[in-house]
Nanobody
């Protein structure tokens, strides 16, 4: 079991940068693939990116590729999401999650077992 808590969300302007973090307690992050998903009002939960523990690679959703960067520190049980060149379309609640999905399911929210409570990111014009 791992318990996850996100932090660092807030209100920023379009074009700004923001870093949000996820801190875990319980089992080590090294035992899990760690991912970020986001959900805007009235929309489905969207894959943002993942750090896979099997091949130690990172994967990104098409809408954030080249702007967002995931980093993890297993020794501190922390996961970060650096978000650059933010757009109003990035406004959402961002969720940290941990699980052991197979590679083909890495982008599927239902493949993850443990979730944080979410942190709101709002990008204004």
């Amino acid at each position: 079991q791992v318990q996850l808590v996100e932090s660092g969300g807030g209100l920023v302007q379009a074009g700004d940068s923001l870093r949000i973090s996820c801190t875990g307690s319980g089992r080590s992050f090294s035992d899990y693939a760690m991912a970020w998903f986001r959900q805007a009002p009235g929309q489905e939960r969207e894959f943002v990116g993942a750090s896979n523990y099997r091949d130690v690679r990172t994967y990104y959703g098409d809408s954030v590729k080249g702007r967002f960067t995931i980093s993890r520190d297993n020794s501190k049980n922390t996961l970060h999401l650096q978000m650059n060149s933010l757009k109003t379309d990035d406004t959402a609640v961002y969720y940290c999650t941990a699980g052991r999905p197979v590679l083909s399911a890495l982008r599927t929210w239902s493949a993850y077992r443990h979730w944080g409570q979410g942190t709101q990111v709002t990008v204004s014009t």
